[in-house]
């Protein structure tokens, strides 16, 4: 019913930045956050920053101060800006969002429910 498409990784020397994208698509009657997740192998998958409808944010510690968060309502499009990169910022990096939906043939939303984009590797190395 919603697909999530992420954008933007790459290979990055330390210090560097990246900026990644996640477009929403699909029967959406509303999103009310959109997350960013990270995963590397082994690991369990982490909340990286988080943004609300309101523009209310969350970050993990680990990047308070170098991530911001940011998006676009109208377009169903959250941001997530990564600058001074280091090595353990290594990861898949997964948007989510949470979303109501109107399915095709009915009056009524549903939801919400969480939907997961397919990930987009970002790798920090010299």
């Known amino acids: 019913q919603v697909q999530l498409v992420e954008s933007g990784g790459g290979l990055v020397q330390p210090g560097g930045s990246l900026r990644l994208s996640c477009a929403a698509s699909g029967r959406i009657f509303s999103i009310s956050a959109m997350n960013w997740y990270r995963q590397t192998p082994g690991k369990q998958r982490e909340l990286v920053a988080a943004?609300?409808?309101?523009?209310?944010?969350n970050y993990a510690d680990s990047v308070k101060g170098r991530f911001t968060i940011s998006s676009d309502n109208a377009k169903n499009t959250a941001y997530l800006q990564m600058n001074s990169l280091k090595a353990e910022d290594t990861a898949v990096y997964y948007c989510n969002a949470a979303a109501m939906i109107l399915p095709s043939g009915s009056y009524f939303y549903q939801g919400p429910y969480d939907y997961w984009g397919q990930g987009t590797q970002v790798t920090v190395s010299s």
């Open positions: 943004i609300t409808s309101g523009g209310m944010t």
